[in-house]
């Protein structure tokens, strides 16, 4: 069951196709709009690194970090889509649960990462575990069910 892609206006949500496949060439306004966010998306990200390394002025060595941060960039899904269904809210709280496991396994910082990268780890962790991570939320939201129902709030 693939996660539905909706958009959220004012409390309701609404299904929404994305209309640039993989492949789509570009307009000029599209090819301008990617080109700015691309530079918008540098900028948040390399002063998250400045910070971080207390860099201050524009010195040899920020210039070196800053050409070496802007090729490395690519853009990445920056946002996984937040499921409605219980089990598909369950399923990307476990694949969630997963890729802060495996950063804490290598000693990695969530803050260290590009923008867009742990998003992406978790949509790669969907991808691949889909049937496990599928059937464990499945057990997990039965389970709440159960335990909700001999429960009285009153």
């Known amino acids: 069951m693939p996660l539905s892609p909706k958009l959220e206006v004012q409390g309701l949500f609404f299904p929404l196709d994305d209309p640039f496949p993989t492949g789509h060439i570009c307009s000029e306004a599209e090819a301008v709009a990617l080109n700015t966010l691309r530079?918008?998306?540098i900028r948040n990200g390399f002063a998250r690194l400045m910070k971080k390394e207390g860099i201050t002025e524009a010195s040899p060595k920020a210039m070196a970090l800053?050409?070496?941060?802007?090729?490395?960039?690519?853009?990445?899904?920056?946002t996984v889509p937040k499921p409605q269904d219980p089990i598909e809210q369950k399923a990307y709280s476990l694949a969630k649960e997963i890729?802060?496991?495996?950063?804490?396994?290598?000693n990695i910082s969530k803050d260290s990462l590009q923008?867009?990268?742990?998003?992406?780890?978790i949509s790669h962790i969907l991808e691949m575990k889909r049937e496990e991570i599928f059937a464990e939320?499945?057990?997990?939201?039965?389970?709440?069910?159960?335990?909700?129902?001999?429960m009285s709030l009153g």
């Open 39 to 41: 530079r918008e998306n």
């Open 115 to 121: 923008p867009g990268k742990f998003d992406e780890m």
């Open 99 to 106: 890729a802060e496991a495996a950063l804490r396994k290598g």
């Open 137 to 150: 939320a499945r057990l997990r939201v039965d389970e709440i069910k159960s335990l909700a129902e001999g």
């Open 66 to 78: 800053f050409t070496d941060f802007a090729e490395a960039y690519s853009f990445t899904r920056t």
